[in-house]
């Protein structure tokens, strides 16, 4: 049985704690969908939205990971980290800023239509049309 | 030219912000800049495309980096026909929106950008490429959904936005899981070292499973379909068009490019499970897209799982994996993009002559607009797989690829899919030819939500869409679509045995 938490087998412990960020990515994977899914107001589903996105964003940073790594400079003595993830990544999070501009902005428009965010009156409304 | 595939993706981004900056000095300039940005990508398009099937796939490295560090662009048979189709119906659908469609300058640059996201994913060879491109294709499409004056068009757009981020979110993802099997993001060098990892290791079929999923999404396929009926009822009637005719389209290209050059055939053979998963997806859209198309009043709602159906078959061709099949597939890939683009530009064009977009409301359309009518007939007809129609060509291909693979249900069903097909549609043409038109005109919609306004009960078949005036290229467009559909079915064996050495190549 391992010190850290007792009762639980330091097996146990030992796979959580190295794959850490990867549980947490599908944490935030699934709090993500169940905003998007679960709330009916429209800034809550971009923002569920936004939380898988970042979801993905953190399994490619944690897998781009290196212990005792330098950064990718002549001046520093290898192993190196490969700086292609993080590109990848910051390519993605501009993407998920346009498509959050761009939700918001429908947002907007549909609030000055409707005069609500909540999805179920906004059908209701739609219904009655 | 070796920049040509890059160029074609540079020109319509360099269009789309013409267009957006000739906004601030004067409106209504947007057409004008889509139409010679188009007319100049058309014959780029054709070059690269006579290029590619003549001397086989042409490649280019964005930047003058060695390939797999930079960003390839690969363009083959295939990839060829979706830049060309692209082009041509993009180009076609200008010419109708002239007078029906939205006129914004905005507008007109968002429909570049949209160009530009199609054909990105058509000559891309690079899978973290493929995702930026195909986001851009979808934020564009989404822009354009939402772009209807109506706020049924925001809630229609924001709800495809979702989804089709979600969609794009499980690429990434499983970009990702491919990224970590392999350490490369090129295709051609992905896919032998997925081989050297093994296909039945855990993470390379994850990696797939997210790659499919993600792209079922875009593709619509059941039951990731839900956002394609909202947002092509939501949208404009010519932006229904471009979206319906393009993007699930070029999504189903890319995931015959993710299925067959990124994971090759050997990875269905070493993995039955995820075949038989492929064509249960395709069964089962094939069925229950027919069997919704025909519980729908609304015509553009019906369209739309009409296109799930017969993505469905797609899908199924993909899964099937014979020469026939995915020829077929190519060939049905460009016929439905036409004919469903007509169907849905037919639509806009009853719906401005008479206001219109109900099924009930298509009583009687012979005698009123004997033209329009003459079109839709032959475009439902050849969606049906009447000969010598591409639809015909496009099923009776893939049929025949399920039967050499035996492929029983897959099969089985195809054939079923004519019948589920004829349900809806034919019940489209009778009510047009064999119906007395109903006794309200475009005069008496008018004077009818006149009284619906003042509170009278009013026994009339509209959904409130004010009729506009109707304009030659909104005719031509659609009557050019009819034609193409049938003269596209005549060449499809020319152009099957143009496709073959790249189909070949496919599954080798």
């Known amino acids: 049985m391992s010190t850290l938490v007792p009762g639980v087998p330091v097996a146990v412990v030992d796979l959580v704690a190295s794959r850490a960020y990867y549980l947490v990515t599908f944490l935030l994977l699934g709090v993500g969908t169940y905003t998007m899914i679960g709330s009916d107001n429209y800034v809550k589903k971009v923002i569920g939205l936004n939380l898988f996105q970042v979801g993905v964003f953190l399994f490619f940073i944690a897998a781009a990971y290196v212990d005792g790594a330098n950064p990718p400079l002549l001046s520093e003595p290898g192993p190196y980290v490969s700086p292609l993830p993080h590109v990848l990544i910051l390519t993605a999070i501009v993407v998920g800023v346009s498509l959050t501009a761009v939700s918001l902005g429908l947002v907007v428009r549909i609030y000055n239509e409707y005069g609500t965010l909540e999805d179920d009156v906004v059908r209701e409304v739609r219904a009655d049309e | 030219m070796n920049e040509l595939p890059a160029l074609l993706v540079a020109l319509p981004i360099v269009g789309s912000v013409l267009a957006f900056l000739a906004g601030l000095v004067r409106s209504k300039s947007g057409w004008a800049i889509a139409v010679a940005t188009l007319a100049v990508q058309l014959p780029g398009a054709a070059i690269l495309a006579e290029r590619a099937f003549t001397d086989g796939p042409v490649s280019y490295v964005v930047g003058g980096f060695t390939a797999p560090y930079g960003i390839e662009l690969v363009v083959d048979g295939l990839s060829a026909t979706m830049v060309v189709l692209v082009s041509v119906v993009s180009l076609g659908i200008l010419a109708y929106a002239r007078v029906a469609g939205p006129r914004s300058n905005p507008f007109y640059a968002t429909y570049l950008l949209l160009v530009t996201g199609l054909t990105g994913v058509s000559v891309t060879g690079d899978v973290f490429n493929m995702y930026v491109f195909l986001e851009i294709l979808g934020l564009a499409a989404y822009a354009l959904v939402a772009s209807g004056e109506r706020g049924e068009s925001a809630v229609a757009g924001l709800k495809y936005l979702i989804v089709g981020t979600v969609g794009a979110s499980l690429f990434l993802l499983g970009v990702g899981y491919a990224f970590v099997a392999t350490g490369t993001l090129n295709m051609a060098d992905m896919s032998a070292e997925l ?133 077929g597939a190519a060939i049905h890939l460009v016929g439905h993009a036409v004919m469903k683009g007509g169907l849905f530009l037919a639509v806009g064009l009853v719906a401005a002559s008479t206001g219109t977009r109900l099924i009930a409301g298509y009583d009687g359309l012979a005698h009123r607009l004997p033209g329009t009518a003459r079109a839709v007939a032959v475009l439902a007809l050849a969606m049906v797989g009447v000969p010598p129609a591409v639809g015909f060509v496009g099923k009776w291909y893939v049929a025949l690829g399920a039967v050499e693979a035996q492929s029983w249900p897959l099969a089985i069903v195809i054939f079923a899919s004519t019948l589920l097909t004829l349900a809806y549609f034919a019940r489209l043409v009778e009510r047009m030819y064999f119906r007395e038109p109903p006794d309200w005109t475009a005069d008496t919609v008018e004077a009818a939500d006149a009284e619906a306004e003042a509170g009278d009960p009013v026994d009339v078949v509209t959904d409130g869409a004010k009729p506009q005036g109707v304009s030659l290229g909104m005719r031509a467009t659609v009557v050019t679509a009819a034609v193409l559909a049938v003269l596209l079915g005549l060449g499809a064996f020319e152009y099957g045995q143009l496709i073959e050495p790249t189909v070949e190549r496919l599954l080798s």
Do not use: C
């Open chain 2, 195 to 327: 081989a050297a990892v093994g296909y039945t290791s855990p993470l390379v079929q994850t990696a797939f499973g997210l790659l499919v999923v993600g792209l079922f999404v875009k593709v619509a396929v059941f039951p990731l379909h839900t956002w394609q009926p909202t947002a092509y009822a939501g949208a404009p009637d010519t932006v229904s068009g471009l979206v319906a005719a393009l993007v699930s389209t070029v999504a189903a290209y890319a995931l015959v490019r993710i299925v067959y050059t990124v994971f090759t055939v050997e990875f269905l053979v070493a993995n039955p499970l995820a075949r038989q998963l492929l064509v249960a997806a395709a069964v089962v859209s094939i069925v229950v897209g027919s069997a919704l198309a025909v519980a729908q009043t609304d015509l553009k709602r019906m369209l739309a799982y009409s296109s799930v159906s017969q993505f469905g078959l797609v899908v199924g061709a993909v899964a099937v994996t014979t020469e026939t099949a995915l020829t």
